[in-house]
């Protein structure tokens, strides 16, 4: 076995996860994702976890879908008693074919996910944690050869996650205290309150309220903005190539917008709702694995000296108790990068310059 | 998709698990079955059942039971569950790799089914049926090419079962009457008591208490036996070849044997218990598709022109109510071919001679 794939398992199953002797575990597995499932399993045999493997198939689906009638049971028992009897779902990705879904009507598959909403909410209420097996297929969607693919997933997700704990959680402090953040870059320069706001340390463990393997961000919900911002990240939204989206905020609302391409879409988006036009979530990339973009929200957003806010839903996590945030339809990211001739400022205190931290270069 | 693929999942879903609108279905998924698997949902969508796919897949339980310290946590509730709360299992069987657990000690795998004995009955409870994709390894295992091979299993499968399930009817209605069969050929002359006992048509249908596709022989469980038979189809039985072997029975017991090579495998068989020098059934193979012996029982008994009895345990169903047959740790199947100079006959009457029965040729 790859001595990676075998590394990538044990953080998974010990640090993800946290799985320990006697846990219910469903490993849910996509048709590319076998030797990362082999891998996993002896891991879980190892700690004495138990375990159940579903085969999560986009061909299955796609033949059951397109057969069915759309009128769907609604959260069928023997499947929900699965989930809701399981300490934790491990989700192991890995298409064989990002496009297997293609001739699946929307409608059909979203009647389909409404009909399972208990289900999904019982694999939720689990510590469950998600992760990205390699395959030739996601290297394509990714533009590269499947070696390189390899190397960059394994770059991105084989860290030192507990020394990056470590360090995401000055950041976490510093925003925790703070109230107000500004980020200054070509084409930027926006105002985001974060008074009463938790920020969340995203170091891919169920420890940190973290799901997803690799993660590696801080990010918190503003309670307000003011001002500009360029986000220089081309992003894949809805089929749509998004390029340059250029927005104005006042008040915590979008009041002008523009795109290189994909204005039409973007209008779409924001017109989805109330909230839609409005900042969920700003989020701080600290994954220094990943060090280029491919399109795949899961790696860019964790990108190092990037920073992205989301368009729509805040998170719960980042809310005083009780209160609730940005309300939205959708939660969409949008990334900039901060490498070059940008800060981020916290309180007008300078905590990054230029991708640099201050407890970095001491700035 | 091959149309024998498509043709195989219909038989499966509607002729052998009757499955209808709303029944909640595991399809239990080996390594190999992906293709009969994504046939099989699209007949399940339309039939309107739901669906959990599980993987079953020799290579993660490999890795699991090695590292595991076979001390298994018994029935786990999540897992459980899902079979408590289904109507059906369907079984693909497709190995990748017949020798896949090959490394796992036998003692590790006993652990495990032990401990997981609530959950096969819950399995069992419902009415699950298992059936075979054809796959090189299982080419292999049968020495023949893949397409060979595939031939072989689909000519196996895709019978017209309701018209065999008629003429099988025909043999269970005299096996039913009559009180003994008489077995002549060459080596053979057995005599058989069935007095009180009841035939399975098993017609690889749930409707006919018969979960095996292909199936197609007709069962029932003798009370007593006396004389000799000699089985001259060679079966691998705990990995050793039994060839030619020679029973000499009185009063229901086995009281001489020989075999032209696996004797001592078959010296421990029947040591086993008392009930292993006993036979608990009697089977008629009728499937007119099987042509050729491939050393996997679940085709071998089935083929036309054959007769097996096995050595061990009897199926309840052939049992008057309350009563219980031939009970026995092992059941062991063995065949001996009825195509030339060989009758089978119920009270005097002959019903089979040379291949042929008394309705085929009206003798």
Redesign the interface.
């Known amino acids: 076995m790859d001595e990676r794939i075998r590394r990538h398992a044990e953080i998974l199953v010990d640090w993800s996860a946290q799985i320990e002797s ?1 846990d ?1 575990i ?2 849910s ?1 996509d ?1 590319g994702a ?1 030797d990362l ?3 996993v ?6 700690r ?1 976890a ?8 986009d ?3 796609r ?7 759309g ?1 769907f ?1 609604a959260d ?4 929900k ?6 300490d934790r779902v491990l989700l192991l990705k890995g298409s064989r074919n990002t496009a297997a879904m293609a001739d699946v009507p929307d409608e059909r598959q979203q009647a389909h996910a409404r009909a399972r909403q208990g289900i999904r909410e019982a694999r939720l209420a689990t510590d469950w944690v998600s992760t990205l097996h390699p395959t030739r297929a996601l290297a394509q969607q990714a533009g590269m050869a499947f070696e390189e693919y390899r190397e960059f997933v394994y770059d991105a997700t084989l860290r030192d996650w507990e020394s990056l704990a470590e360090e995401m959680g000055r950041l976490k402090t510093i925003l925790d205290d703070g109230s107000e953040v500004h980020i200054d870059a070509p084409g930027t320069d926006l105002s985001l309150s974060i008074e009463n706001r938790t920020a969340v340390n995203s170091a891919a463990s169920v420890a940190y309220d973290s799901h997803n393997l690799p993660s590696g961000e801080v990010f918190t919900a503003p309670a307000d903005a003011d001002g500009e911002i360029t986000f220089d990240v081309p992003m894949t939204v809805r089929g749509e190539r998004l390029r340059d989206v250029r927005l104005t905020v006042e008040n915590g609302e979008v009041v002008d917008f523009e795109a290189a391409s994909g204005e039409e879409t973007l209008a779409a988006l924001l017109d989805t709702d109330d909230g839609a036009r409005r900042f969920g979530e700003l989020g701080v990339g600290m994954n220094w694995g990943i060090d280029r973009f491919t399109d795949n929200i899961l790696f860019d957003e964790k990108m190092a000296e990037t920073v992205h806010l989301a368009l729509g839903r805040a998170y719960d996590a980042c809310l005083p108790e009780g209160e609730s945030g940005n309300d939205s339809a959708i939660h969409v990211d949008l990334i900039t990068e901060m490498s070059e001739d940008a800060t981020l400022s916290v309180d007008g205190e300078v905590i990054q310059r230029d991708g640099v931290f201050r407890w970095e270069s001491g700035f």
Chains 1, 2 share one sequence.
């Open positions: 006697g219910d469903v490993l597995i048709e076998h499932a082999v891998a399993a002896e891991v879980l045999g190892y004495g138990n375990l159940v493997s579903v085969y999560r198939s061909e299955i689906q033949a059951y879908l397109r057969a069915h009638d009128e049971d069928p028992t023997f499947e008693s699965l989930y809701e009897n399981a």
